[in-house]
């Protein structure tokens, strides 16, 4: 019995398993240095890339809050027309 190389898993025939296999074999295709590269790029967020996404979600809520007002609020204002 063998473990993977990469993640560890136990293998009986091979030093690595299915999916490592297909990772080793993108490696030896594009190189160590590409594929570093297009993961950093495409797995990794910098710092600019995550306060975009911060600001993006703030200004979904933002927008969800005005369009659906406070429960609390619109209940007070139902109950204030209802008893003048």
């Given at each position: 019995m063998f473990e993977c190389r990469i993640c560890g898993e136990t293998q009986y025939y091979q030093y690595y398993c299915e999916d490592c296999s297909i990772i080793r074999r993108i490696l030896l295709t594009?190189?160590?240095e590409?594929?570093?590269e297009i993961l950093e790029r495409v797995?990794?967020?910098n710092k600019k890339?995550?306060?975009y996404k911060i600001n993006?979600?703030?200004k979904e809520?933002?927008?969800a809050e005005q369009a659906e007002p406070n429960s609390d609020e619109t209940y007070?204002?139902?109950n204030a027309?209802?008893?003048q």
């Open positions: 594009y190189g160590r590409e594929v570093k797995c990794l967020r890339q995550m306060n993006d979600i703030k809520k933002d927008q007070k204002k139902k027309i209802k008893t």
